[in-house]
C-alpha cells in the first residue's frame, strides 16, 4: 500500500517591516472555476433579453416594472456570482499582526478592503471550528471561501473570525506562530 503524503500548507508566512504577515489564498473549489462561467454566460443571456423588454413599446408598466424589479434581482445574482467567481481565482486573504495592531484584508486582484483590531481589546486567539448553522447566513457563505475561518479571537463582546480556506492543523500552527508574536493574544478576554 502507497502511504499518503501529508498537505502541504496553503498559507505563506513573511515577516515583513509591518509584522508578520500571513497570505492565505482563497479556496480553489472546481466546481466554482468550472461551473460559474458557464453559468453566467446564460444569466448574461437573461440579463440582455430582460433588458431589451423593458425598452418595448408593447409592454405594458405592469409588465414593465415586473421586468425592472426582476432585472435588479437578477443583476446583484450576477455581480455576486462573477465576485465569488474573481475570488476563487485570484482570492487572498491578508493577516498583519503588528505593533498594537491586528489587520485582515480580503483582495482580489490587489483590490478589496481591510479590517484593523487594536490588540488591546483582543485576547484568546484560538482554532475555533465552526459548525453548520443553517440559520447563520455566514454558514452558507463558506462554501463560497468567506464568512469566516476556523481561527478566532475574542474582541470585545464579538468574535472575530478568518483563516476560511485553512484546515484546522494549519490553523493551529498559525494560531501558534502568532501568539509566540504577541503573547497577549494567549490571555482572557479583557
Known amino acids: 500500500m502507497a502511504i499518503v503524503k501529508p498537505g502541504a500548507p496553503k498559507a505563506q508566512i513573511f515577516d515583513t517591516p509591518a509584522g508578520v504577515e500571513l497570505n492565505i489564498p482563497a479556496p480553489r473549489n472546481p466546481f466554482v472555476v468550472v461551473f460559474l462561467p458557464v453559468w453566467l454566460v446564460g444569466w448574461a443571456f437573461g440579463w ?10 408593447t409592454s405594458d408598466p405592469g409588465a414593465t416594472l415586473f ?8 443583476t ?11 475570488w476563487s481565482l485570484a482570492g487572498r486573504e491578508i493577516v498583519v499582526l503588528g505593533p498594537g495592531r491586528l489587520a485582515i484584508a480580503w483582495r482580489v486582484f490587489g483590490v478589496g478592503r481591510v479590517r484593523e483590531y487594536d490588540l488591546v481589546h483582543a485576547a484568546r486567539l484560538r482554532v475555533a471550528p465552526q459548525p453548520y448553522n443553517p440559520y447563520d447566513y455566514r454558514s452558507g457563505m463558506r462554501f463560497w471561501g468567506i464568512g469566516g475561518g476556523p481561527i478566532a479571537f475574542d474582541y470585545g463582546a464579538s ?21 509566540e508574536r504577541q503573547p497577549s493574544l ?4 479583557p
Open 76 to 86: 446583484l445574482g450576477g455581480g455576486f456570482a462573477l465576485a465569488m467567481f474573481a
Open 159 to 179: 468574535t472575530i473570525r478568518f483563516g476560511g480556506a485553512l484546515q484546522e492543523a494549519e490553523a493551529s500552527a498559525l494560531v501558534q506562530r502568532l501568539i
Open 48 to 57: 440582455f433579453t430582460a433588458f431589451s423588454a423593458i425598452g418595448s413599446r
Open 67 to 74: 421586468m425592472v424589479v426582476w432585472l435588479s434581482f437578477w
Open 186 to 189: 494567549r490571555g482572557v478576554s
